[in-house]
């Protein structure tokens, strides 16, 4: 091949299945239960208790976003290459500045809408989100770490995974990009309804990007982005 020639792959076009349904199933069900302790638990709301500040659970949640990861690939890796799935793209630095600066221009659309969103809907109770936040040097480092995780692993399930999933399940890619949408937003429930709806809104819009670039990593630099931002940058 020759070393300058523009290598693309994007996510397959075609529709179909891209993990049997029984397995959607069971991920629908972990986000459920989870999403059901959380509430129970109240969130995050303890995380500031512990002698050791956030750190425990910021480790804790580390791994179970990359177990869930690897659990949703585990279930679509007999039917489509994972390479094909987040649609890796190497295609010249002319290119891969282009897609920095439509990732830097859809964050200020994310942060506008959600600003937006959160003007129109009031006020809503943070405190379970805002206890967590870091305060030391080592919760900084760490939480830049888990928000990697975040982005990497929430951006390949729901809009990786369940959005293509829901799309072919439907018949209709509009169908599967509200709906691992509305799921994105319930699986944030322990925030508040009021949250629900603005990460549901974001969601669609993190939807929309992956499905115009054919691509996951432009999403996931800006949600891991949107998430260093929010949690240490702008508490």
Same mark, same amino acid.
């Given at each position: 091949?020759?070393?300058?020639?523009?290598?693309?792959?994007?996510?397959?076009?075609?529709?179909?299945?891209?993990?049997?349904?029984?397995?959607?199933?069971?991920?629908?069900?972990?986000?459920?239960v989870v999403t059901l302790v959380a509430i129970q638990m109240g969130g995050t709301s303890t995380a500031g208790q512990n002698r050791h500040g956030g750190i425990p659970l910021y480790v804790s *949640?580390?791994? /179970?976003?990359?177990?869930?990861?690897? !659990?949703? =690939?585990? @279930?679509?890796?007999? #039917?489509?290459?994972?390479?094909?799935?987040?649609?890796?793209?190497w295609r010249g630095r002319a290119a891969f500045i282009r897609s920095v600066l439509i990732a830097i221009g859809f964050w200020f659309i994310w942060e506008g809408s959600g600003r937006a969103m959160h003007w129109l809907l009031g006020p809503s109770d943070t405190r379970n989100v805002t206890s967590m936040l870091p305060r030391t040097?080592?919760?900084?480092?760490?939480?830049?770490? *888990?928000?990697? /995780?975040?982005?990497?692993?929430?951006? !390949?399930? =729901?809009? @990786?995974?369940?959005? #293509?999933?829901?799309?072919?399940?439907?018949?209709?890619?509009?169908?599967?990009?509200?709906?691992?949408?509305?799921?994105?937003?319930?699986?944030?429930?322990?925030?508040?309804?009021?949250?629900?709806?603005?990460i549901c809104v974001l969601g669609a819009l993190f939807g929309l990007l992956a499905y115009w670039r054919k691509s996951l990593v432009p999403g996931m630099g800006v949600h891991t982005w949107a998430d260093i931002y929010g949690g240490w940058l702008n508490p």
């Open positions: 091949m020759n070393p300058g020639a523009e290598v693309d792959v994007a996510p397959s076009q075609k529709p179909g299945l891209i993990a049997p349904i029984w397995h959607t199933g069971l991920v629908l069900a972990v986000i459920a *949640l580390m791994l /179970s976003e990359w177990a869930f990861f690897y !659990f949703a =690939y585990a @279930g679509t890796r007999k #039917r489509i290459a994972l390479r094909e799935l987040i649609g890796l793209r040097v080592l919760e900084i480092i760490v939480w830049i770490l *888990l928000s990697f /995780s975040a982005g990497i692993c929430e951006e !390949f399930v =729901y809009r @990786g995974y369940l959005q #293509r999933q829901f799309a072919a399940i439907t018949g209709s890619t509009a169908a599967g990009l509200i709906l691992q949408a509305v799921v994105f937003g319930v699986s944030h429930g322990y925030q508040g309804w009021k949250q629900v709806i603005i």
